[in-house]
């Protein structure tokens, strides 16, 4: 009897496994596409840890791996599992390894007014000055060996005459990247890291040339900067204000010179992609340049009939991607955009079709494998999310997508191209959105529409009018081309206010779990990269993953690293902020909250939906039974410290308090960063920034009263 109760379900398992096993089998063509998932699940894996691991780590288990394929070479399925530990081990490695190639020293504390002096190696503009990035700078007052390797800073006024390769010194303010302004928020010192900035800050007046025209030996970054630097003179000399500003982004993808209305409503209308140069822009610079190079040669009919035309206009367009991309500054969806746009030029310069998820495959296994760090950032995420769903969708519906084609009129045809628009934007914006929630906590609702319109005005007129300028530039006239590249431009900015302005533009959302971005993400690529109809199993970890913003809890009190801002949760779960005045830690709290702004503080009295009560000295939050005291100075702390179940004081703590479970003081803000506090019923949880960030390279050190006494009397 118990024999045959464990019969049954043993014998269901393996019909079930053995079905699973035949349609693994039967996907046999598409196993290398999980190659970069494999690579990029060991770059997870490493920017995971809390703790930096030894070099040697990744490169060893790589090696392993290896030995273990050879091992078991003549069984498929253990080969299989080694294979797959081969390549998670790799991209553990290679995300170790760039980390010990970019490592420079990190600015340790603020300093200022300090004598700055280094090489341009690139100029920004901005609404208002210019942003500078210099290379090789010389601090006063810091050691060589404790040096930044680059700076990043702010010009208030633009100084005529500068070029990438100038040394230049200049009278400034600097400060270490800015932490994560919460638990779990964006690392912008981790982004400057692997970037090789170790400070920012801001010139107190101009930046005096001390030589000029110092081109580092023909070094490309430098050349390529300084080729940058002018076109985007070229352009502001004839395009004024915002036509200039966004004709600049989409040539040399620098979007500092767009003022915030236009970037807000470029963001809210789900047109901010149009400014990072990615698959769209090289797509519409290759074609551009491969047909009218082929239309060209085709010109002279005994060229165009004794040899390759199409292969030369092939090669002239793989030419003229690569520059643009280097133009652009290499960012990682232009990067992806070139590999994949330079293989489908390869394919026929080889007489093959490269078009296929494979493409994109061998893209992301390049990018990993030289850029593992841009994995976790949202141009890798969101590039190659669009790309991917576009490819799966555009091979599954190839067989139906010829029937509508055979025999179609110009109406059908019309319609055809207008139905792909619309399905290429519905389908690009449902694989992106899960991370632009996760990433920016925001959801364009009329996104479809603004694309409608602004993609063919962006492709058919804008960018044909780029490429032509780029080309007129060295004979001075470019003008011919920018005027009616502004008008286009003109147009996309109407579209972008226009949409933006619609009721409900904007649906702004709450954080996203990072293990709801996971299980989304392995649901899509479930869903991509598979063939058979096992493959919509991949809706649920999407669907599942999406929820997981219903479960999503805000901290109750937030507390800024500085502890001059602060939050509070009221009633309706809405953050109430101690300040009206826009900053970006404010901001990033309120979106990730989902809001757009936060009721008043009160100055006196209660708030917060009556939770908080204040006077001159602090307040007191009230929340699941919690007294938590907010003290503004030390003259409070006498009172708070006997009746609160938590102090949280803007000053130093030197005596004890008794009733508190918790203290918080000046000095635990400084030394962890920023605080979020959640209140349960029986206990108060708390998260540091530091405690979430772990200690990695990127994670500046905070000076103790040693390293501080030392730097004085230095």
Not at 207 to 227: C, F, H, K, Q, S
Not at 335 to 349: I, K, N, P, S, W
Not at 426 to 443: D, E, M, Q, S
Request: hydrophobic share 50%.
């Amino acid at each position: 009897m118990s024999g045959t109760a464990l019969t049954i379900p043993t014998l269901g398992l393996g019909r079930i496994g053995l079905r699973l096993g035949r349609w693994f089998a039967a996907e046999r063509d598409q196993w290398l596409l999980w190659a970069p998932v494999a690579l990029g699940t060991g770059v997870a894996v490493y920017f995971g840890l809390r703790e930096e691991p030894p070099l040697w780590l990744g490169p060893g288990l790589a090696v392993l791996g290896i030995l273990l394929c050879l091992l078991c070479r003549r069984q498929p399925g253990l080969m299989g599992l080694a294979a797959a530990m081969t390549l998670v081990a790799l991209g553990f490695g290679a995300a170790g390894l760039r980390t010990a190639w970019v490592a420079a020293p990190i600015l340790e504390r603020d300093i200022g007014p300090v004598r700055i002096a280094g090489r341009i190696l690139d100029i920004e503009p901005l609404p208002s000055g210019q942003r500078l990035v210099l290379a090789d700078p010389v601090i006063a007052g810091i050691a060589p060996d404790a040096t930044p390797a680059r700076l990043r800073i702010k010009l208030m006024r633009e100084t005529p005459g500068l070029t990438p390769g100038d040394r230049v010194s200049l009278l400034g303010k600097l400060s270490p990247p800015a932490p994560p302004f919460a638990p779990g928020g964006f690392d912008f010192q981790r982004d400057a890291f692997f970037n090789g900035i170790g400070a920012i800050g801001f010139a107190f007046g101009g930046a005096e040339v001390e030589t000029p025209g110092e081109i580092a030996a023909g070094r490309l970054d430098t050349v390529i900067a300084d080729i940058r630097a002018a076109i985007s003179a070229r352009i502001l000399a004839v395009l004024p204000d915002q036509e200039g500003a966004m004709a600049v982004a989409l040539v040399t993808g620098t979007q500092t010179a767009i003022d915030k209305p236009v970037m807000t409503a470029m963001r809210d209308s789900g047109l901010a992609h149009l400014l990072s140069i990615s698959g769209l822009h090289v797509g519409f610079v290759a074609a551009i340049l491969f047909f009218c190079t082929r239309a060209l040669m085709a010109l002279w009919p005994s060229l165009a009939l004794r040899h390759p035309i199409k292969k030369w206009a092939a090669l002239a367009a793989i030419l003229g991607a690569g520059f643009y991309t280097l133009l652009a500054g290499s960012p990682i969806p232009t990067q992806r955009a070139f590999l994949m746009t330079g293989l489908v030029l390869l394919a026929v310069l080889v007489d093959r079709v490269a078009f296929s998820m494979r493409l994109i495959a061998w893209a992301a296994f390049v990018v990993l494998l030289i850029r593992p760090d841009a994995m976790i950032g949202p141009s890798f995420q969101m590039s190659f999310a669009a790309v991917m769903a576009l490819i799966a969708a555009y091979e599954g519906s190839r067989e139906w997508r010829a029937g509508l084609r055979a025999d179609a009129g110009p109406i059908r045809r019309t319609s055809l191209y207008l139905g792909g628009l619309v399905a290429t934007s519905l389908i690009a914006g449902a694989a992106t959105a899960p991370f632009a929630i996760y990433h920016f906590n925001r959801f364009s609702e009329y996104s479809v529409l603004a694309n409608l319109m602004a993609i063919p005005l962006t492709g058919f007129w804008v960018m044909p009018w780029a490429v032509a300028a780029c080309l007129l530039m060295p004979f001075g006239l470019e003008a011919l081309a920018l005027v009616p590249m502004g008008w286009g431009i003109d147009g996309i900015i109407w579209i972008a206010q226009t949409v933006a302005a619609l009721p409900g533009a904007v649906l702004m959302l709450p954080a996203m779990p990072l293990a709801g971005l996971i299980m989304v993400t392995l649901g899509g690529l479930w869903l991509c990269l598979w063939h058979r109809p096992w493959r919509y199993a991949g809706i649920v970890p999407i669907l599942a993953g999406m929820a997981t913003m219903l479960l999503t809890q805000t901290p109750d009190i937030l507390v800024a690293e500085d502890g001059k801002l602060l939050a509070v949760k009221a009633p309706d779960g809405e953050l109430v902020l101690n300040t009206q005045r826009s900053s970006l830690a404010a901001e990033t709290w309120l979106r990730r909250a989902g809001q757009s702004e936060s009721d008043r503080w009160p100055g006196q009295g209660a708030g917060a939906g009556g939770r908080l009560a204040c006077d001159p000295l602090g307040c007191l939050y009230r929340n699941e039974g919690h007294l938590v005291a907010l003290a503004w100075s030390t003259e409070a702390l006498p009172e708070d410290c006997n009746r609160a179940d938590l102090v949280i004081a803007l000053e130093p703590v030197r005596t004890p308090c008794p009733s508190a479970g918790r203290v918080i003081d000046r000095f635990d803000l400084w030394r962890q960063g920023g605080h979020a506090i959640w209140l349960e019923p029986g206990a108060v949880e708390v998260e540091t920034v530091a405690e979430s960030r772990g200690n990695r390279p990127w994670v500046a050190r905070p000076l103790t009263d040693g390293d501080s006494a030392t730097d004085e009397e230095n």
